[in-house]
């Protein structure tokens, strides 16, 4: 039984996507007593208020998971200078309905890429601000956001691991 269970969250739903990888290099280095799950949000369907007291099987169970985790771990990359529509769905399902949101208190792990030179800041900052409203605590240390992406797209988890640690 690990100490501590944390939420791996992806941004993005692209297949073999560079943010997703940095969440496997995240898994691969994590100590054997914390356990990295990643979360599927892929088949969420789009959130409307009119049934946020019906989630869907697959929103509940994402809901479970990060209810019952220690912490959550984002991996961003970066669309239109903020974060993805996907996350910002799934963060939508989590926070509903009005006061069972399940993001209160959590402590939050932020990583970020993109195929620019920022490496998804701006899409780490957009998503912290948010962070005000849902009270997730984000951990501010290490920093970790790789900038110009694709140079790494056939690239193992260790290889990004390297890349995270320079
Ligand atoms: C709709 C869209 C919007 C994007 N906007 C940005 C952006 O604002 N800043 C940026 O650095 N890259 C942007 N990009 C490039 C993505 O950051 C890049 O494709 C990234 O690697 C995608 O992440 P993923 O590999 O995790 O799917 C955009 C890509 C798409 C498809």
């Known amino acids: 039984m690990p100490a501590l269970t ?6 993005s739903l692209r297949k073999n996507a560079y943010s997703t990888g940095l969440l496997g290099a995240a898994v691969e280095v994590a100590p054997a ?3 990295i799950t990643t979360v599927d949000t892929s088949q969420f369907p789009l959130f409307i ?12 169970a994402f809901n479970e998971q990060v209810r019952t985790a220690d912490a959550v771990l984002f991996a961003l990359n970066e669309h239109e200078y903020s974060i993805s529509a996907a996350l910002k769905n799934a963060i939508d399902w989590g926070a509903r309905p009005y006061l069972e949101n399940v993001w209160t208190g959590i402590p939050a792990g932020l990583l970020s890429s993109s195929i ?20 997730v605590f984000p951990i501010n240390q290490p920093e970790v956001s790789i900038p110009f992406a694709p140079r790494g ?14």
């Open 33 to 35: 007593d914390l356990k």
């Open 6 to 11: 944390v939420a791996g969250i992806p941004s």
């Open 116 to 135: 620019s030179r920022i490496g998804g800041l701006r899409a780490k900052y957009q998503l912290r601000q948010m962070f005000d409203w849902l009270n």
């Open 153 to 166: 797209s056939t690239r193992p988890a260790s290889w990004w691991t390297k890349r995270a640690g320079n």
């Open 49 to 60: 208020q009119d049934n946020e007291a019906r989630p869907p099987a697959d929103v509940r």
